[in-house]
């Protein structure tokens, strides 16, 4: 211990500076622990400064904190989905997705408290910033569909649905992923997950004008051999066994 | 109103029946507003009791009621879930899903605030309920792919997250739903719903031996023309448009 009196001997810091140390000590700390493990103190220690001075940055305390670290963590996680608009989409999806995953894989226990929710941080300020992380999501890859949010032209409701709902399933499959000691591996899942975007976005033109001419311009990016290919490829026997159920058959043949 | 002093003239109902009334008023409450906007006095007014013959059966007061309601309504939706064991799969998951989505739209805004959360009543108990619900509709999907849950055999990895992250992405649908006034119909939905369950047990049927079994086994049991038939004639146009891109070629021909 520091005899009493002795103030420890902070670094020099900008008011700016300082609070992002802060906020950098407060997420490593949520990343792998629940949040009721996280105290104040322990921010202070990993930041090398006293209890009163994170108080000064964070009135609210581990709650202002907490939504602090979440709010970049969300910056950070909105990044991951920023790919360039060129090349196939399932290329872009699949870059997206590794960067995401990586995300989770380096904030696990934090991304699962947050999620499961039932903790005392759950407040509608954390629910807001997820929220909106879902959104930017949905903006990214509509953008990619041709759908800016800028633009002005908007998705009709089926693609927004498939769109929407595919992230929630990504969602989901990230915590079953942590709590299945993050098995199969990232890659793998990685290209399940893209293959679910385009099997969901399959399902959807053929109910739906609009998603029919999104998927063609999609396919038209894909390359001989690349990831929709190959996916094409494996589920060719398994459409064949059951051409037999539509009435005036696939392409005339009946699977052996 | 009653003279003051003059106790509401209750009808007799033995304890089982008041509690069961009580839960019944505070559900059809909680199920069309928002958890805050319905008071213990509503539910006291709704039942024809007063306030503190509702404390009496619910010492801890609204949070208590509205789990109780919770776990009323988690029974209920539960019931939804069990269909007959026969017959082919998309017709049991069709049935289902009708239940479900009727469930959904007779507890719109109750249901709404639940899953969105950031409410005052999202305590861990009310977590723990919804996680019930969803593991019960896991448990029954996988029962009629063979896999019952007393049954000692488990589902791989793969196979389980196909089911589970599909069961998300039925929630995530029903709220999006819920935001677009119940667009397109319930009908509609639930179709949706099926094909995409039947294409992401395709897609993890292409890399799992164990879901390619599955599936082989829920095509058998369906008929000619009917869901399933219909989902792969509509994609048929689809994947042969696609056919260039497997290396090899699907069926031996160039789509044109």
Redesign the interface.
């Given at each position: 211990m520091t005899s009493s009196g002795t103030a420890p001997a902070y670094r020099r810091l900008s008011v700016g500076q300082r609070r992002a140390q802060l906020i950098r000590e407060a997420l490593t700390l949520f990343a792998h622990r629940l949040p009721e493990e996280v105290s104040l103190d322990d921010v202070a220690a990993a930041a090398g400064v006293s209890r009163p001075l994170v108080y000064r940055y964070f009135p609210g305390g581990k709650q202002q904190l907490y939504e602090a670290a979440l709010r970049s963590a969300a910056d950070e996680l909105e990044q991951c989905f920023a790919v360039p608009e060129s090349g196939p989409l399932s290329d872009r999806l699949g870059h997206a997705l590794d960067r995401y995953l990586a995300f989770v894989d380096s904030h696990d226990a934090g991304f699962k408290a947050l999620l499961?929710?039932?903790?005392v941080v759950?407040?509608?300020g954390?629910?807001?910033i997820v929220d909106e992380v879902r959104q930017a999501a949905a903006d990214e890859i509509l953008t990619h569909l041709g759908f800016p949010p800028a633009g002005g032209r908007r998705p009709g409701?089926?693609l927004?649905?498939a769109v929407?709902?595919?992230?929630?399933?990504v969602?989901?499959?990230s915590l079953?992923?942590l709590d299945?000691a993050k098995?199969?591996s990232a890659a793998?899942l990685r290209?399940?997950l893209v293959?679910?975007f385009v099997?969901?976005l399959?399902?959807?033109?053929?109910?739906d004008a609009e998603s029919?001419a999104i998927?063609?311009a999609a396919?038209a990016l894909?390359?001989?051999?690349?990831p929709?290919?190959?996916?094409?490829?494996?589920?060719?026997p398994?459409?064949?066994?059951?051409?037999?159920?539509?009435?005036?058959q696939?392409?005339g043949?009946r699977a052996q």
């Open positions: 499961q929710g039932g903790s759950q407040t509608s954390a629910h807001a409701p089926r927004h649905m929407r709902t595919w992230i929630t399933q969602e989901a499959a079953i992923w299945e098995r199969p793998e290209e399940w293959e679910m099997a969901g399959a399902v959807t033109a053929g109910r029919a998927l063609g396919l894909e390359e001989p051999g690349g929709v290919g190959a996916l094409l490829g494996r589920l060719g398994v459409l064949g066994s059951a051409a037999h159920l539509v009435q005036g696939i392409g043949g």
